[in-house]
């Protein structure tokens, strides 16, 4: 690692650049051990990137192992659209993540992979820029959200805790406490000790004084793990209450709980007890300068010893006895020891069949075959028949969180579900004839998913923050939680998908709510998801909206959130409309008179040519001459129409497809046909359709050919090479190529073979 190491990293603010495109960097000022201080520049993409690379690094204090052992901080991923509203909400987030970075243990925070992130890079010192363009423009993090401490700096969230009884500092490091001292706790030692500061007095004092506001019990606590870790005495201790356990220096434990007033239930053998965690060093691990350390300090005293306890909540804190520690221990100890016989006895049994088995008579099955999907068809009843039709319409796989694939019960627990789904799955929805009832088409949003059925309306499920599920918002909603009651009869369960980012650890997640949508002026034909709306388009030409509406997305007049779908109006009223769009916050429609009309985030030029606000809150017709158009797409900062002539017209922000000279346009610019693949020679050739991801383009032929272009995030093109593409560039694909949908750094085709 060496001897640099950072001290410490504050959150400054963030720029608006607008080189080579419009985009976003947070500053940093970053404090390294030599006292000096540098101030760098990173995307958040960057960040994430960091943070991804460091969870690999460290797979255990990232919890990929056992959630339990997490320390790395979270991060939310980057959104699809990242405007300027989300980066400056997610100021506070990042400073708390950067303030618990510096603070892991040295093995991570001290690393090469984090010391080289933030060293002074060269356009750090000089910021690639174009005399042409705009200068950037800075926001810088207002001073009341920074706590004014010395050596604790930053826009952090502080924890407030209450002593429950008084406290005399015995060293000039401590700071001492009455009964009733609110604090706001710096740090969190795992030995015990907390760095806390009330009013301008700062120090060390022990956890076991203090007490949460909420509870009793401290929500950060970790659940028993009998399995243990391995540790290793530093120092010897002899018991003063009968629950603790007397060890010698150098004697090997395992940590079977971690408590955070620290004293760690421990076990020795068969015996459990409690010993003080600044006494145990991790097996395996470096000693350094702990011993030193351990001599200064004393271990913090135990909450049982605390005399005159004046807590404000009515019942104690919950408290395992050491009789439960052992019983549960010796029961994993004896679990544990039959697994490893059943796994000698299957080894014993494999060894076993590799005699010759001529003499052997055939193993006869324990359970008899299953009959076949036509042998119940034709011999069982009605109600046997029914239950094994195959009313699978289409499945969903990926993240989970917000039950946007519907509650994914666990086969481990019936009562939790899965925060990731890693293989396709069904999802059951509540339909009257599922027999009969088809599902037309699904569409997803950032955590909210919509499915559009035949004869039954639209079925809306995941997060409604905003409306966007077009139900009533409920105030404080968990779209996580154990199973409750099924709100629907099982017996009328049918299948449904969606699609989301992969993952892959069972939590107690899901919600069994499914909403069904019907109020519309005639049947819905379309369904589309944004960030955090969605729009319906009915079989009448209108146009319904609902969900989030800060920069104008739902169309109707205003910038507030709408619960229920409600038509919109603006220049669409009585026009026909045969096509909508969206992906972030913008919104595009097409009229069968091959009219375009846009409304909602203006910030990358996508509606320019109506407004110069970066908001539209009412649908617009833009007027542009470039022919009848037949289809629109919307990205995150760039837009693509389609006209019946097969011209194909892109404007906004980005990688537009005409080299790398045009980055920015509020007026449509056609892409050549010949990139295309139109010559002379073949004039039929021409595009068919078009589509968008966050900052990349896909058009398809009429041939079945696939061309692409835009940010190649993580080689999202296919192209065979990760460099971004200025210019069309057709996908080698061993078919042809029906459709395409394009995500944020990824991308999927449905291709029909050519045999």
Known sequence: ???????????????????????????????????????????????????????????????DINIENRIIPHLPAPKWFDGQRSTENRQGTLAEYCYALVNLPHKISRCLHVVSFFKVRHDDMNPVSDSQNKKPEVFLLPKDSKKNLADITGPIVLQTYRAIADYEKSSTSEMALKAGDMVDVVEKSENGWWFCQLKNKRGWVPAAYLEPMDGPDESEEQDPNYAGELYTVQKSYTAVEEDELTLKEGDTIEVIHKLLDGWWVVRKDETTGYYPAMYLQKAGEVNTSVKSELRNRGAPPRRSTIRNVKSIHRQGRKQISQETYRRN????????????????????????????????????????????????????????????????????????????LGFQRSRRDQTKAYEYVLEPSPIPLPLEKPQQTRVLQVSCGRAHSLVLTDSEGVFTMGNNSFGQCGRKVVEDEIYRGYARSA????????????????????????????????EFDSEVVQVVCGQDHSLFRTKKGSVYACGWGADGQTGLGHYNITSVPTQLHGDIAGVNIIQVSSYGDCCLAVSDEGDVFGWGNSEYLQLASVTETTQVNVPRHLPFKIGKVKEAACGGTGNVVLTEEGNVFVWGYGILGKGPNLIETAVPEMIPPSLFGWTDSSPDIRVAHVRCGLSQFAALTNRGELFVWGKNLRGCLGTGRMEDQYFPWRVTVPGEVVDVACGVDHMVSMVKSFT
């Open 1 to 63: 690692m060496g001897d640099v190491f950072i001290r410490h990293i504050e959150l400054l603010g963030y720029e608006k650049r607008f080189f080579p495109s419009q985009h976003y960097v947070y500053m940093f000022l970053v404090k390294w051990n030599d006292l000096s201080e540098k101030v760098v520049y990173r995307r958040f993409t960057e960040i994430y990137e960091f943070h991804k690379a460091l969870k690999e690094m460290f797979p255990i204090e990232s919890g």
């Open 329 to 404: 221990s010796r029961k994993y100890i004896q679990n544990h020891r039959k697994m490893q016989g059943n796994s000698q006895n299957k080894a014993n049994v494999i060894i076993e069949k590799k005699e010759p088995e001529n003499n052997k008579p055939k193993a006869q099955p324990a359970v008899p075959p299953r009959p076949s999907k036509d042998l119940i068809l034709n011999r069982c009843t009605e109600s046997t028949r029914s239950k094994i039709l195959d009313i699978t319409k289409v499945w969903g796989m990926g993240l989970n969180k917000d039950s946007q």
């Open 487 to 518: 709100l629907y009869d099982r017996s009328s369960e049918i299948l449904c998908v969606a699609f989301s980012l992969l993952g892959g650890r069972l939590v107690s997640s899901g919600s069994h709510l499914i909403h069904q949508l019907k």
